[in-house]
T-cell receptor
Framework: ETGVTQTPRHLVMGMTNKKSLKCEQHLGHNAMYWYKQSAKKPLELMFV???????ENNSVPSRFSPECPNSSHLFLHLHTLQPEDSALYLCASSQGQRGEKLFFGSGTQLSVL | GENVEQHPSTLSVQEGDSAVIKCTYS??????FPWYKQELGKRPQLIID?????GEKKDQRIAVTLNKTAKHFSLHITETQPEDSAVYFCAASIGSNFGNEKLTFGTGTRLTIIP
């Protein structure tokens, strides 16, 4: 499969649950990103990894914990989330860490009850 | 930090007519301006981008213009078709403390093409 693949597509969790979002890119890119997309708000950059090293943490609360074991895989571990964290979480990759020509995954629609 | 404003938030255009979406940015150091298209339930996709050393760029029915002095850039879609219906996002890049470019997105424009 080509492109950027995210799983699961939909996730419903309670505030005390722990869950993980997974992203895999098949494009040979070296940079991967997590973005949050909420209704009527701009896409918000959360984390950037370049060659599996974190190069950006955009003041994200510690209840979101990223993990990048290699340049092709990216995880977002979730614990004790709040209802306001409900959103579409998009993974993206690019060649280089300049945030240019991003290839996005289809996202995980997260609902926190 | 950078602030990107996008207008209008919604736009309806008769099929075949042109559509224009405008964005302004606050930081004169921004030098990269992409546009993304997101169809309903699908991923955002890059449709065109421009650097600050260029004033205009065209790709078939899509064009982007940049006015560095006024700090605004626009997306122009000509001969609109139903498949152009989507949400369009502009963005501007600014260098971060980590030395890499960091995109700041606008809030999006929902474009509807009326058959």
């Amino acid at each position: 499969e080509t492109g950027v693949t995210q799983t699961p597509r939909h996730l419903v969790m309670g505030m005390t649950n722990k869950k993980s979002l997974k992203c895999e890119q098949h494009l040979g890119h070296n940079a991967m990103y997590w973005y949050k997309q909420s209704a009527k708000k701009p896409l918000e950059l959360m984390f950037v990894y370049n060659f599996k090293e974190q190069t950006e943490n955009n003041s994200v609360p510690s209840r979101f914990s990223p993990e990048c074991p290699n340049s092709s895989h990216l995880f977002l571990h979730l614990h004790t989330l709040q209802p306001e964290d409900s959103a579409l979480y998009l993974c993206a990759s690019s060649q280089g860490q300049r945030g240019e020509k991003l290839f996005f995954g289809s996202g995980t629609q997260l609902s926190v009850l | 930090g950078e602030n990107v404003e996008q207008h209008p938030s919604t736009l309806s255009v008769q099929e075949g007519d042109s559509a224009v979406i405008k964005c302004t940015y606050s930081d004169s150091a921004s030098n990269y301006f992409p546009w993304y298209k997101q169809e309903l339930g699908k991923r955002p996709q890059l449709i065109i981008d421009i650097r600050s050393n260029v004033g205009e760029k065209k790709d078939q029915r899509i064009a982007v213009t940049l006015n560095k002095t006024a700090k605004h850039f626009s997306l122009h879609i000509t001969e609109t078709q139903p498949e152009d219906s989507a949400v369009y996002f502009c963005a501007a890049s600014i260098g971060s403390n980590f030395g890499n470019e960091k995109l700041t997105f606008g809030t999006g424009t929902r474009l509807t093409i009326i058959p």
